[in-house]
């Protein structure tokens, strides 16, 4: 039985539209696109004002408006209520961006968040990424999967050694490496073939089930 609700309908046929560029690029392809990108932009400018701007900027303002309007003059700018100056004030440097005469302002956030965001992800990536390959790599366990493990990280990081000329058994080393990373692309890109995939299925089954009502 085919859906009566409106919502249905729109989803369906926005679906058939962005479907429609499997045929060529069109019109009705580029609305879909640019309705679902502006409503993700919208959508995110929402969930960032109700859960960062209020409680994290307009809220602790008022507080600290509170603060000075009913504090002694020695306890006015006590931490809890003063540390969001710092936050605030980088964000409002963001928008300088906007004005050619006070544009360079803007780099003073844009250079914390950068030296920030490196100081947290370095650390953590190398934990993950780095320490834990290691620790894996190097547990003594001589099963199958172990030794080609330590195969592949071995020859993969020799193919990479470009302080030698790859020949004879050098060439050979680094010969296995390629394999393995051959492996490891085509796994990620099959991984990645797998995710577009089931949002192929979903999509046909929302035609199929929500739409159409073709299957239960």
Not at 25 to 47: M, Q, R
């Amino acid at each position: 039985m085919i859906a009566h609700d409106p919502w249905v309908w729109i989803g369906a046929i926005l679906t058939f539209c962005i479907f429609s560029f499997l045929y060529k690029d069109n019109p009705l392809f580029k609305l879909a696109e640019h309705l679902f990108i502006g409503t993700a932009v919208g959508y995110s400018i929402a969930i960032t004002w109700h859960q960062a701007v209020i409680p994290k900027i307009i809220t602790p303002m008022r507080e600290l408006i509170t603060v000075i309007r009913t504090a002694s003059a020695g306890s006015i700018f006590t931490i809890p209520e003063f540390y969001y100056i710092f936050p605030i004030g980088l964000g409002i440097l963001m928008f300088a961006r906007f004005s050619r005469r006070h544009a360079w302002l803007s780099r003073w956030p844009i250079a914390f968040v950068i030296g920030f965001g490196s100081g947290v992800s370095v650390p953590l990536s190398l934990q993950n990424y780095v320490f834990k390959q290691m620790e894996g790599t190097v547990a003594i366990d001589l099963t199958i999967s172990n030794i080609i493990l330590i195969i592949g990280v071995f020859t993969t990081l020799f193919y990479f050694f470009f302080s030698v000329s790859h020949r004879g058994p050098v060439r050979k080393v680094a010969r296995i490496g390629i394999y393995f990373i051959m492996v490891a692309f085509g796994a990620g890109f099959g991984y990645t073939v797998m995710a577009r995939v089931s949002l192929l299925i979903g999509r046909i089954q929302f035609l199929l089930h929500d739409w159409l009502g073709l299957i239960p």
